[in-house]
């Protein structure tokens, strides 16, 4: 080993004086070509390493990279702030980190947390194994991570996007391995604007970007939200063509007020209470300029933000951003589009919501957006006054029913805008329960929104059966599973299989009177306009709502088309093309979502769709190209130009040019 040090060994042929000639041509030792050593006072050696790489590169390189293990002072001199977290792991830190995993794999940990909420809500350790070979492909070959995603979508999905990246989320310390997205915190105030230019693309169409702070139905995770952020735009690329070296997963790291991650020495944020007030609107506000700077045409997503802080970042930059929240916008367009499919199934137009008698338990930020979203839609589009739409709602909170006596319904306008409009005019019936609601409604929707698992009893679901002269419709939307308001199974046995059923979390198969039932899929008992006679074992849809339908495309039809705002008739058509793609075979299963159609075909039909909608409201988009393929050739011209400009996994030849040549 001394001969790789600073000689050649004559036994390689040459005498050990030509050695030293080709030693002194070239100035320097082996040693010295990658390190620097100066002798110190006492005997000791202060020793460097030359490196010529920054950022990424620098990072990426196995030889140099430090982890987490770089200074903050070489963070700023070699252009790495902001791709790894702000803690610092020694060494024998990291060591340790690699040393448990070692010892244990992390499907078998998973098996030692039985009462791990993920677990509970049926994460299984096996899916943990598959997120971790899915992760190893991408850090190693994105080209190929993505083709696996796209050939296999239904069966990947679940696996990098929910319900298991919730776990990843919940471990997010203990898995972090390799550099993938960026990091801000507070300490980077005033910083922000040099930061964005550590990450190497010049061109970034779609940010994604979360403070962690109510990550899922888990609650605030802090840095580990980073990982719903690595998770959306994975998708963003598998289901809307992104190109991977175009997106950016970003974590706005303010602290955490989680208990049990303060106390985890391993938790990898900043251990402190959440930054709040003007300072921390401050630095979001800070990010979306630098943002801007860098990338003026990127269209960014706002995700999992807590309710108090998510409906004012919306108010606050919708008007002058790309920007759009997927908990508040992007699943309500998915409930809505939900609820045509719905009326579809039952051989109604999309109209026909506005007739439509509601029950909503929760009234946080989803909910919020959701019923805004539907009465919005109900006024703009089918003719309802806002006072005439909104009393076909009845929320329901902690407190039961409320109404226009509830003491602090003002304050509670923070969280939930125009929350008195949904308000029970008649004060008696204030605080309400569920049961007696529904009693006294007699809905024909049921949603929840809660984040309350089991809060759909069998006693609600079938009070809901008896007192709904229609297939009663039933949304439990919260998510993980262990979350979820009831499974489909409680709701079919509950309702004798007349429910039109479709939930935040998938189901596993189950039987009812003798019949299997497909995963995720209820019994087929209400006989509606599009069923054949009820068979022995007939499987009906029990779809799942999930807003991965309506976000990629949203989101493409956006960003490509430059429309440099998302607007609410832009995610209401979003809502209203998803349920034109739903075909005979899904309305036979009573789905509620075109299950069965290409993940890619429908983000190009919404994408389409959406820049139409934009087109029209008379928004005048940046991209001329893509305004003319609309003009000149319609709807399916349009679609061909979206599909054109669509990524595809697949391997290319690939053309060097040398730094600075070409860019």
């Known amino acids: ?113 039985p009462d791990d909420e993920i677990i509970k809500s049926g994460v299984n350790p096996d899916n943990i194994r598959k997120w971790k070979v899915l992760q190893s492909v991408q850090d190693r070959n994105e080209t190929l991570f993505y083709r696996l995603l796209m050939d296999n979508f239904l069966d990947m999905a679940p696996i990098i996007y929910t319900p298991t990246v919730g776990w990843a989320c919940s471990h997010f310390s203990h ?224 407190k039961g029913l409320i109404s226009v006596a509830r003491s602090n319904l003002d304050e509670m306008e923070d969280l939930f805008p125009e929350l008195s409009n949904f308000a029970a005019n008649d004060p008696s019936l204030e605080g309400l329960s569920l049961i007696e609601t529904i009693k006294m409604v007699k809905p024909n929707i049921l949603i929840g929104l809660s984040g309350v698992g089991g809060l759909f009893t069998d006693e609600v679901l079938q009070t809901m059966n008896e007192y709904c002269e229609t297939p009663p419709i039933i949304f439990p939307l919260s998510n993980p599973t262990s979350r979820s308001e009831c499974t489909a199974e409680q709701a079919q046995s509950c309702t004798g299989g007349r429910a039109i059923f479709a939930s935040g979390s998938p189901f596993p198969d189950y039987s009812v009177d003798g019949n299997v039932i497909s995963s995720s899929q209820c019994n087929n008992r209400a006989r509606l306009p599009h069923e054949p006679a009820l068979e022995a074992g007939a499987v009906v849809a029990s779809s799942q709502c999930n807003n991965r339908y309506i976000f990629p495309g949203l989101a493409l039809g956006s960003a490509l088309g430059q429309t440099g705002v998302v607007t609410n008739a832009m995610i209401n058509k979003a809502a209203e093309a998803l349920v034109e793609l739903i075909n005979d075979d899904d309305l036979k299963r009573r789905a509620t979502f075109p299950e069965k159609a290409d993940i890619r075909e429908i983000s190009c039909h919404l994408a389409a769709r959406v820049f139409e909608q934009a087109v029209e409201e008379g928004i005048k988009p940046a991209n001329k190209d893509m305004l003319q393929a609309l003009q000149e050739g319609g709807n399916q011209s349009l679609k061909d130009y979206i599909y054109s400009k669509m990524w595809y996994p697949d391997y290319r030849p690939l053309v060097y040019l040398p730094p600075g040549k070409g860019e």
């Open 1 to 113: 080993m001394a001969n790789l040090v600073g000689t050649i060994p004559v036994t390689s042929g040459l005498s050990q004086t030509a050695v030293n000639q080709i030693l002194r041509a070239g100035n320097v030792s082996l040693q010295q070509k990658c390190g620097i050593t100066s002798k110190m006072h006492g005997g000791k050696y202060l020793k460097a390493e030359i490196v010529r790489k920054k950022g990424k590169n620098l990072v990426s390189d196995p030889i140099f990279n430090k982890g987490l293990g770089f200074p903050h002072s070489e963070r700023d001199r070699l252009s790495i702030r902001g791709l790894v977290p702000p803690t610092r792991l020694e060494l024998d830190e990291q060591e340790k980190v690699i040393m448990d995993e070692y010892n244990l794999g992390w499907a078998a940990r998973a098996e030692r947390e």
């Open 175 to 398: 898995l972090y391995r390799r550099p993938r997205g960026m990091y801000f915190c507070p300490e980077d105030k005033g910083e922000m604007a040099s930061m964005v230019y550590n990450w190497e693309s010049n061109e970034v169409d779609a940010v994604v970007v979360t403070d962690g702070s109510r990550v899922l139905g888990l609650g605030d995770l802090g840095i580990g939200g980073l990982g719903i952020s690595i998770g959306k735009l994975d998708l963003y690329v598998a289901a809307g063509g992104f190109h991977p070296r175009r997106v950016l997963p970003a974590v706005i790291d303010v602290g955490t007020n989680n208990k049990k991650l303060l106390a985890d020495p391993r938790y990898l944020g900043l251990k402190q209470p959440r930054l709040e007030g003007e300072a921390y609107y401050e630095l979001i506000d800070e990010f979306m300029a630098a943002i801007k700077l860098r990338w003026p045409r990127a269209l960014i997503q706002f995700e999992d933000f807590q309710s108090k802080h998510a409906i004012k970042l919306l108010k606050r930059y919708k008007k002058d951003y790309l920007m759009f929240n997927d908990d508040i916008q992007g699943t309500a367009a998915t409930v809505l589009a939900g609820l045509y499919g719905a009326m579809k199934v039952q051989g109604l137009g999309p109209e026909a919501i506005k007739d439509q008698k509601f029950v909503v338990c929760g009234a946080g930020s989803a909910g919020s957006g959701v019923l805004l979203t539907i009465r919005n839609a109900m006024s703009r589009r089918y003719g309802l006054s806002k006072e005439e739409a909104g009393n076909r709602f009845h929320i329901i909170d902690e």
